[in-house]
């Protein structure tokens, strides 16, 4: 089967640190990516861990444990316009089609 | 910069109707994709495409078709609309290969009446 769980919300204060967590089961494993998407907008691209560690790229950083089936997004010294739904996926074995198994998303409010 | 545009950002139908979603990208990309996006469920692939004229069935394929007659248009049809396809229909597109991002269109917000 497959399966990916991400809390539903999360607040947090402007210039704080927020870690937002995700686990999968997935049948095969080929990768973990983060996508961000703001209100009635498209999801844009984040991170992609196929490795495990860390992935730091300027205020955001994803880590990634696939023994534990665990990932991480971790966002620092947070902003206003960081509130968005942030969308965990996984993507299976099957060659070029990089198919993507979602979560139903991570909605953080960033509170002044 | 890199592309992938709807047809329209909103769409009202009536159930019974045929209706054509129609997406296009200007990157060459052999993968297509289109999803729709439900409160609580996320995003739920209905079909994909990895080349002209082939595509295979997502997660949920039942109530829709798709057609993919040139490299950068996929267009998705639902057959007959019904009212529990309302919903957010994104469409999307990458290279294919073990890492590549994919690129998401803005987004079809369709209601069926």
């Known amino acids: 089967g497959q399966n990916i769980d991400q809390p539903t919300e999360m607040t947090a204060t402007e210039g704080a640190i927020v870690q937002i967590n995700c686990t999968y089961q997935?049948?095969?494993?080929?990768?973990l990516f983060w996508y961000q998407q703001h209100a009635g907008e498209a999801p844009t691209f984040l991170s992609y861990?196929?490795?495990?560690g860390l992935e730091e790229k300027g205020r955001f950083s994803s880590f990634l444990s696939r023994s534990k089936g665990y990932s991480y997004l971790l966002l620092k010294e947070l902003q206003m316009k960081d509130s968005a739904s942030y969308l965990c996926a996984s993507r299976g074995l099957g060659g070029a089609t990089n198919k993507l198994i979602f979560g139903t998303g991570t909605l953080l409010a960033v509170q002044p | 910069d890199v592309k992938v545009t709807q047809s329209s950002r909103y769409l009202v139908k009536r159930t019974g109707e045929k209706v054509f979603l129609e997406c296009v990208q200007d990157?060459?990309?052999?993968?297509m994709f289109w999803y729709r996006q439900d409160p609580g469920l996320g995003l739920r692939l209905i079909y994909f495409?990895?080349?002209?004229?082939?595509?295979e069935k997502g997660d949920i394929p039942e109530g829709y078709s798709v057609s993919r007659e040139k490299k950068e248009r996929f267009s998705l049809i639902l057959e007959s609309a019904s009212t529990n396809q309302t919903s957010m229909y994104l469409c999307?597109?990458?290279?294919?290969?073990?890492?590549?991002?994919?690129?998401f269109g803005p987004g079809t917000r369709l209601t069926v009446l």
């Open positions: 990157m060459d990309h052999e993968n």
């Open positions: 861990n196929v490795l495990d």
């Open positions: 495409s990895y080349d002209v004229k082939m595509k």
């Open positions: 999307a597109s990458s290279y294919p290969g073990q890492f590549n991002e994919q690129f």
């Open positions: 997935t049948s095969g494993f080929n990768g």
